[in-house]
Every structure is written in structure tokens, then in C-alpha cells.
């Protein structure tokens, strides 16, 4: 069941080749993810479960989008402490949400063509925000 802040999550069909949601809140970055696999034994994989599980009950529908994709994710932590690179690390645990959900074939670069990020600062609602766009150029 989704909590009713998860309305956020919304799918946009832009010409018919793309989507664009919301997920809200923070996912781990590399260091906590390393930290949680030197701690204990399968703590990095209950903690990378944990965050596709939070991932993926925010995913739209999935939709008839072609392949390959160019995917921009732009990242609003609370702060600015985390270097940009240890955060775009949970961009793996969204692809895998995506591919188990249906939104794409697979995380391979036959079905995504780019990824790129954008960086920001929001206190309040800390979130990421992710466009997929359909390519007209086969992989």
C-alpha cells in the first residue's frame, strides 16, 4: 500500500516517449553501502533491498516506452556534505527497481543509452526526480 505522500510520484507521458516521477526522500550512498558490507555479513544486501523496495512502491505504471533511453536523474539532498559521485551510486538501486517494476527491459546499455545527474541543495524535501526519454536512434 502507498502513503499518500507517494501521490508526488506521478508518471507525465511527454509525447508519448517519455516519463518523468519523484521519488521521495533519500537512498544510501556508496560510503554507507560499503560500511554496511564490512559490518556484517548480507547488511549491504538487505540494505540495497531496502532501497529498491523504497524505490519501487513510488514507480509509476509501467508504459509501452521504446529502447534504448537516456535517463537524467537530478538529486536534492538535505545538505551538501556527500560528494556528487557517492550519491549517484544509488542510481543502481533505481535501475534495478525499474527493470523488476517493468518500466525497462533491462539496465544494460542495449536498453539505456546515457544516464547523466544534476546536483541540488533542498532541506525540506530531500527527493530525486527522473526523466527517461526515449532515444530515436537504435543501440
Known amino acids: 500500500m502507498r502513503p499518500q505522500n507517494a501521490s508526488t510520484a506521478s508518471l507525465r507521458l511527454l509525447e508519448g516517449i517519455s ?5 521521495l526522500g533519500a537512498l544510501p550512498d556508496l560510503n554507507e553501502y560499503v560500511n554496511a558490507c564490512r559490518t556484517k555479513a548480507y547488511a549491504g544486501h538487505r540494505m540495497s533491498e531496502a532501497a529498491k523496495s523504497l524505490v519501487g512502491w513510488q514507480l509509476p505504471k509501467p ?10 536523474l537530478s538529486w536534492y539532498e538535505q545538505n551538501n556534505r556527500k560528494d556528487p559521485d557517492n550519491v549517484a551510486f ?13 518500466l525497462l527491459f533491462g539496465d544494460s546499455r542495449r536498453y539505456i543509452n546515457s544516464i547523466s545527474h544534476t546536483f541540488h541543495t533542498d532541506k ?9 526519454e526515449s532515444t530515436r536512434e537504435a543501440a
Do not use: N, Q
Not at 19 to 23: E, W
Not at 63 to 72: A, E, F, G, S
Not at 124 to 132: A, F, G, K, N, S
Open 19 to 23: 516519463m518523468k516521477f519523484t521519488i
Open 63 to 72: 508504459t509501452d516506452i521504446r529502447h534504448p533511453v537516456d535517463i537524467h
Open 90 to 102: 544509488a542510481v543502481k538501486f533505481i535501475l534495478d527497481a525499474m527493470v523488476t517494476a517493468g
Open 124 to 132: 525540506e524535501r530531500p527527493r530525486i526526480e527522473v526523466l527517461v
